[in-house]
C-alpha cells in the first residue's frame, strides 16, 4: 500500500527557509518518479518539482529555480523539499505525489497524471 507523509510546513518570513519531508511507504523511491505540488488558495494545483526514478534527474519550475531543491535519502526512502528565499507567493498547501513521469520542456517540465498523493502540508510566507 503506498502512503505519502508530508511534513515541515510552517509559518515563515519572506527571505527564510524551509525543508519539506515526504516520507514514502509501500514502494522504493529509486525505482518511482516522485514530485512535489503546491495549491494556493482559489489557484490551480501546479507541479513544483520532480525527480525521475532511476538516474535522480530533476526539474523545476522556473518560478522556483535556483531556491528550491529537491533531493532523496534512499536509506530513509524520504524526500526532500529544500525552500530557500521564500516569497509571499511560494503560500501554498504542498503535497508530494508518485506513480507520475516527467519530462523536459524548454527551461521547465511536464508531468503525468500521478496515482498517489500525499496529504499536505501549509506553507505560509509572510511577515
Known amino acids: 500500500q503506498v502512503q505519502l507523509v508530508e511534513s515541515g510546513g510552517g509559518l515563515v518570513q519572506p527571505g527564510g527557509s524551509l525543508r519539506l519531508s515526504c516520507a514514502a511507504s509501500?514502494?522504493?523511491?529509486?525505482?518511482?518518479?516522485i514530485g512535489w505540488f503546491r495549491q494556493a488558495p482559489g489557484k490551480a494545483r501546479e507541479g513544483v518539482s520532480c525527480?525521475?526514478?532511476?538516474?535522480?534527474?530533476?526539474y523545476y519550475i522556473q518560478s522556483v529555480k535556483g531556491r528550491f531543491t529537491i533531493s532523496r535519502d534512499s536509506a530513509k526512502n524520504t524526500v526532500y523539499l529544500q525552500m530557500n528565499s521564500l516569497k509571499p507567493e511560494d503560500t501554498a498547501v504542498y503535497y508530494c505525489?508518485?506513480?507520475?513521469?516527467?519530462?523536459?520542456?524548454?527551461?521547465?517540465?511536464?508531468?503525468?497524471?500521478?496515482?498517489?498523493w500525499g496529504q499536505g502540508t501549509q506553507v505560509t510566507v509572510s511577515s
Open positions: 505525489a508518485t506513480g507520475l513521469e516527467c519530462y523536459p520542456h524548454t527551461d521547465s517540465y511536464y508531468y503525468t497524471e500521478p496515482n498517489y
Open positions: 525527480m525521475a526514478k532511476g538516474d535522480g534527474r530533476t
Open positions: 509501500g514502494f522504493t523511491l529509486d525505482y518511482d518518479t
